[in-house]
T-cell receptor
């Protein structure tokens, strides 16, 4: 089954404790992206990647890092989480440059205390 | 800068009725895409329908159709014969034909289908 998976689905952590949210897709997609969703704000892009070893900042990259060492995986790293990073996070992927449909993972609910 | 506006924070209709969700956007681009995504209580983001700006014909997907008015920058979603499973948040999104294919999102409309 074609899908985008994220882990964990739920995470409660404390300020300053490094964490990683994994994202994996099995569709051989080149383009992957991370979003955060906050009430009343819709989704905002954090980082995106157009291919292996190619990543760039979105609208709200502060406090986040990403890597793309393999085509299928695009982890989101919070080196020192803070309470303002409490949010719902989505990973998305699409087939290639020029393809307009992004497929979303199930979301990760992160709470930073 | 591109913006997407959904003016209806919440709507509710009876099962089997038709409902229309509104969306307007602002852009100076001529080549772009528009989307409606559905987010049920499971929180997964599901693509409902998409529209290419260069196509004049309105997109349809089974019970879902759009009314795309390019000059007015309007992109409404019509759900016919609404079902209980249509209860969800609905987001309108805009993507310009640019390098990072960033999606610009509206704030969403909460749709409740009542039995």
């Amino acid at each position: 089954e074609a899908q985008v998976t994220q882990n964990p689905r739920y995470l409660i952590t404390v300020t300053g404790k490094k964490l990683t949210v994994t994202c994996s897709q099995n569709m051989n997609h080149e383009y992957m992206s991370w979003y955060r969703q906050d009430p009343g704000l819709g989704l905002r892009q954090i980082y995106y990647s157009m291919n292996v070893e190619v990543t760039d900042k979105g609208d709200v990259p502060e406090g986040y890092k990403v890597s793309r060492k393999e085509k299928r995986n695009f982890p989101l790293i919070l080196e020192s989480p803070s309470p303002n990073q409490t949010s719902l996070y989505f990973c998305a992927s699409s087939l290639e440059l020029g393809t307009d449909t992004q497929y979303f993972g199930p979301g990760t609910r992160l709470t930073v205390l | 800068a591109q913006t997407v506006t959904q003016s209806q924070p919440e709507m509710s209709v009876q099962e089997a009725e038709t409902v229309t969700l509104s969306c307007t956007y602002d852009t100076s681009e001529s080549n772009y895409y528009l989307f409606w995504y559905k987010q049920p209580p499971s929180r997964q983001m599901i693509l409902v329908i998409r529209q290419e700006a260069y196509k004049q014909q309105n997109a349809t997907e089974n019970r879902f159709s759009v009314n795309f008015q390019k000059a007015a920058k309007s992109f409404s979603l019509k759900i016919s014969d609404s079902q209980l499973g249509d209860t969800a948040m609905y987001f309108c999104a805009f993507m310009k034909h640019s390098l990072n294919y960033q999606l610009i999102w509206g704030a969403g409309t909460k749709l409740i289908i009542k039995p």
